[in-house]
């Protein structure tokens, strides 16, 4: 029993605890320690942390047990206390209503959490009024971040708002001693949530997930609407299902992912060691890029020319119930137009996507925020993220205070220095709001204030109006929740991207000041802050070389830069070295046609053998055309960029002429090397601080041409443009070393601008390290040479990672207040 009774003043103790402790189970978790301690006192969410009100003039062993008892999904980054005198007296401990406050960054968005093993095991118990129901949910798991319209994390602020709980659900919920006390999605078969399967002319609200499974079993492409966003499914042992999908999506090769039923499953399509295990199986459950194992049963057409494969585990409720009824994977994909968002309406999908699928598995409780699945791969030893989405964000994260000497706050850790915290609680002088606003491509948004960070998922590429909406909804979305106006935008310096557009308008209407940076130093300044976390002696002061290899980003000079070494620390970053410029003729077309990059090397080199095979492939006015460009340098760009270096080799090995998707080229012969022994590299130079690779080509030359025999002219065999460097054809032992010495020189080049800096740790970012088998390979030299490197583990290295290195950058660099 809970009373307040007015007697004489007396002291008591407040804690406010900070970090993911909204829809964890926090506050019951609380009430039922302080039962155990007998203290007085009360709980509740305040704004978007956790206070606490206790009798007690000692609380060091409170939050000692608080903190290394958390529940599981449960993150504590802050402990303040302070003395408080009351005039009532406490008796009991209760839980008592929120209080809604002005919201801080440290205030945590809750994230979407899969299915726990205790909720699993209810839907499957008959016995059990939540049985075979697919939104069995309790505070350790299920939907959070794409249901919550505000903070605080409750019912009426989530799209469960017009759900009703039944007699049940609500005991549960008001139970401080139930594990559903205070979850917000509650609900059972007695107030279900409606789901219905829609077939073309029907409605079946009767087992729909049944339905679902038999349309998969007939070879139907199904729309499922899932946590963040519709999936299209079919059978994965289906190809001509595949292939139909492939069709309709225009989708011509890019890979796929597939669902297992369950581990064992998984292990029959893909190799996983313990650190992919893991993360598959996380209540994160993203997709893992994996080894891919020959089985017969998968069909070709998932994952065409690679060796890897993406493989996710069911997350929800509706998809453990739809793998009752199959025994197979299923393809699993965004339902979405190529390069817009993630679709979350039935109206949207039927409006876009109605001739993609031929049934639709929906429900009706609303999903306020779309959100793709999370993509992660092992990168350098250790799981690393390619897109940070549904479980991962919104991430949050916290640095050194730049003007502070204090240790930095860990938030990787579960367990912080508490005593330190307690005693050492200070207010920290108010500071700018500063926002990233991410680049044109894989864009996302940073917020950041008192070096308290909050990085949005992957919105997609600012190329369409569908994504700049939702880049814009984001954008209110986090001001909203903090009730916050940003003082200051950070931007790109290409002046075209959509993002820097945006950026000024914005400035306009807020109105906020703008600054921008230069896109690979962006990428350095993310990468830099990741190994301050995970490294304590790394700090904002630490000297690094930054190896920073990309695809496209405008460059101090004009030029498109990507493959870029940086020498510096957050306040200095000075560009020491690059890769010789390679020409792009016809411009930024050369990047989808990419045998007009592998031409364009061959006459830059002189690679008479070559230029005389792509020549006796092209149309005679073509070859005239692009030459002539090239000689006269007109219609064509220079660039730096290592991304565009790995699809002129493609090109020239006769891998492929035009990509159909980014990165198309360098997975194809990452494949391709993972399958040759060679530890030989081609030769390089390093003069004047440029790195010349002019006789890494010639060798490649050699080995393409030694594989002809009697002038054979496969080139005349040419079919159709999409084919055109078929010309360069040749075995594929030939293409598999190319492939393998190629990636080992660039992780030699790496280790070789290490050596010029001895003295210096080396960071590593931007896109072209999504290649496995590059990080590999780097790993590998730096171990064995003894030299600290650091790669992204939070944020992906690609251009996701951006708008955090903005922030990162407006943080160390910009005075207090906003003047800027």
């Not at 505070?139 to 319209?149: A, D, F």
């Not at 299923?330 to 390069?339: M, P």
């Not at 009706?364 to 030893?381: F, K, N, T, W």
């Not at 990085?455 to 929740?481: M, T, V």
């Amino acid at each position: 029993m809970y009373s307040l009774s007015a007697k004489y003043k007396k002291i008591y103790t407040k804690i406010v605890v900070s970090g993911i402790v909204q829809g964890v189970g926090f506050r019951p978790f609380i009430y039922r320690i302080a039962q155990d301690f007998g203290v007085n006192g009360w709980v509740r969410n305040r704004g978007g942390s956790v206070e606490i009100l206790l009798d007690s003039q000692d609380p060091k062993d409170f939050i000692t047990a608080m903190v290394s008892l958390a529940p599981i999904s449960a993150r504590i980054d802050n402990v303040r206390t302070s003395v408080q005198e009351c005039d009532e007296s406490l008796n009991g401990f209760a839980i008592i209503e929120s209080q809604k406050d002005a919201l801080g960054l440290e205030s945590k968005i809750p994230k979407d959490m899969a299915i726990c093993p205790d909720c699993l095991k209810e839907m499957h118990d008959g016995r059990d009024r939540h049985y075979r129901y697919a939104f069995t949910t309790c505070t350790n798991c299920g939907p959070r971040y794409s249901i919550i319209s505000s903070l605080p994390y409750d019912r009426k602020n989530t799209s469960m708002a017009s759900f009703l709980m039944c007699e049940d659900c609500q005991n549960e919920y008001n139970d401080p001693s139930d594990r559903r006390f205070g979850a917000q999605p509650n609900s059972c078969l007695k107030c279900a949530i409606p789901m219905k399967f829609y077939t073309a002319g029907d409605v079946c609200e009767n087992e729909p997930i049944q339905k679902c499974a038999q349309a998969i079993l007939n070879g139907e492409i199904v729309a499922i609407k899932g946590v963040g966003g519709f999936a299209l499914v079919c059978d994965g042992r289906n190809t001509s299902a595949v292939e139909r999908l492939r069709e309709k999506k225009h989708r011509p090769k890019k890979p796929f992912a597939l669902m297992a039923k369950d581990l064992p499953m998984a292990l029959e399509f893909v190799r996983l060691d313990d650190k992919e295990i893991s993360a598959l199986k996380s209540n994160a459950a993203p997709i893992v890029l994996a080894k891919k194992k020959y089985n017969p049963l998968l069909a070709p057409a998932i994952a065409p020319s690679l060796d890897t494969l993406g493989v996710i585990l069911p997350y929800s409720g509706i998809h453990h119930l739809l793998f009752d009824w199959l025994d197979f994977p299923i393809v699993f994909t965004s339902a979405n137009v190529s390069g817009e968002p993630i679709i979350t309406s039935l109206f949207e999908l039927n409006e876009k996507l109605g001739d993609v699928f031929t049934s639709v598995l929906d429900y009706e409780r609303e999903i306020l925020h779309p959100i793709d699945d999370s993509v992660m791969a092992m990168l350098g030893g250790e799981m690393g993220v390619i897109r940070l989405g549904r479980g991962l964000a919104p991430l949050d994260i916290e640095l050194f205070d730049p003007n502070s000497t204090d240790s930095p706050a860990n938030t990787n850790a579960c367990v912080p220095d508490c005593a330190k915290q307690v005693d050492n609680a200070r207010e920290k002088s108010k500071s700018a709001l500063c926002v990233g606003m991410g680049a044109e491509q894989k864009s996302s948004l940073t917020y950041v204030k008192d070096n308290k960070y909050l990085i949005s998922p992957f919105i997609g590429d600012l190329n369409n109006p569908a994504s700049i909406c939702r880049y814009e909804e984001i954008f209110e979305l986090f001001s909203d929740l903090y009730a916050l106006n940003p003082d200051v935008l950070i931007h790109d310096n290409h002046p075209n991207y959509h993002s820097s557009i945006l950026s000024a308008k914005k400035s306009l209407q807020l109105p906020a000041n703008r600054i921008s940076i230069q896109h690979h130093r962006a990428h350095f300044c993310a990468v830099f802050a990741e190994a301050m976390l995970q490294d304590k002696a790394f700090t904002p002061q630490t000297k690094a070389l930054g190896i920073i290899w990309d695809g496209t980003g405008l460059g101090d000079d004009g030029l498109i830069w990507g493959g870029e070494v940086f020498l510096g620390n957050l306040t200095t970053i000075e560009r020491v070295g690059h890769f010789e410029t390679l020409p792009l003729i016809g411009g930024e077309g050369a990047i989808k046609n990419i045998y007009k990059i592998g031409y364009g090397l061959a006459l830059q080199y002189g690679l008479k053998g070559l230029i005389e095979r792509f020549e006796e492939g092209l149309p005679k006015h073509e070859s005239t055309l692009l030459k002539t460009m090239f000689e006269k340098n007109t219609n064509t760009i220079s660039t730096t960029s290592v991304g565009r270096l790995f699809d002129g080799v493609a090109s020239l090995c006769g891998l492929l002429g035009e990509t159909t998707y980014e990165g198309e080229a360098g997975m194809i012969l990452e494949s391709l090397a993972n399958t040759c022994d060679s530890q030989d590299c081609y030769s390089f130079e390093i003069s004047n601080d440029v790195v010349i690779y002019a006789p890494m080509l010639l060798e490649i030359q050699k080995d393409i041409l030694s594989d002809f025999c009697d002038g054979d002219q496969i080139a005349k065999k040419m079919p159709d443009k999409v084919d055109k460097n078929a010309m360069l054809a040749q075995n594929l032992a030939t293409k598999r070393l190319i492939a393998k010495k190629f990636i080992n020189t660039l992780a030699q080049i790496a280790f070789a601008w290490s050596e010029k800096y001895p003295e210096m740790p080396v960071i590593f970012s931007g896109g072209v390290f999504q290649n496995k088998l590059l990080c590999e390979r780097v790993q590998r030299i730096f171990e064995k040479n003894g030299r600290k490197f650091y790669m992204h583990r939070l944020l992906p290295p690609n251009d996701a990672c951006i708008s955090f290195g903005q922030a990162v950058f407006a943080q160390y660099n910009a005075p207090k207040e906003n003047n800027f």
